[in-house]
Nanobody
Framework: QVQLVESGGGLVQAGGSLRLSCTAS????????MGWFRQAPGKERDFVAA???????GYANSVKDRFTISRDNAKNTVYLQMNSLKPEDTAIYYC??????????????WGQGTQVTVSS
């Protein structure tokens, strides 16, 4: 089992920045693929970004060049740096984990989510 706890969400104006954090416990963090997903009201949950053990990354086209995913294996933490935020980035952001070394892997573990609201 893997437990995931997100933090860092909040309210920000368009054009601003936020950094989300997700701390994992329960399994060797360095071997996990870590991902961020988001769900806007009335929409399905969508992939945002993922990072595997060797720090290879993948991004959704909608966030490429604005968001950066990174990990600190010593702290069991994955980050999502979000810059140039837009109102359409408003969503609940979920941290997720998978034992499979692939940025497109199906995620087995999920956090509780953190709200990000971008005002225009």
């Amino acid at each position: 089992q893997v437990q995931l706890v997100e933090s860092g969400g909040g309210l920000v104006q368009a054009g601003g920045s936020l950094r989300l954090s997700c701390t994992a416990s329960g399994r060797t963090f360095s071997t996990l693929t870590m991902g961020w997903f988001r769900q806007a009201p009335g929409k399905e949950r969508d992939f945002v970004a993922a990072i595997i053990y060797n720090k290879n990354t993948g991004y959704a086209n909608s966030v490429k060049d604005r968001f950066t995913i990174s990990r600190d294996n010593a702290k069991n933490t994955v980050y999502l740096q979000m810059n140039s935020l837009k109102p359409e980035d408003t969503a609940i952001y979920y941290c997720a984990a998978s034992p499979r070394p692939d940025v497109t892997a199906r995620m087995d573990y999920w956090g509780q989510g953190t709200q990000v609201t971008v005002s225009s």
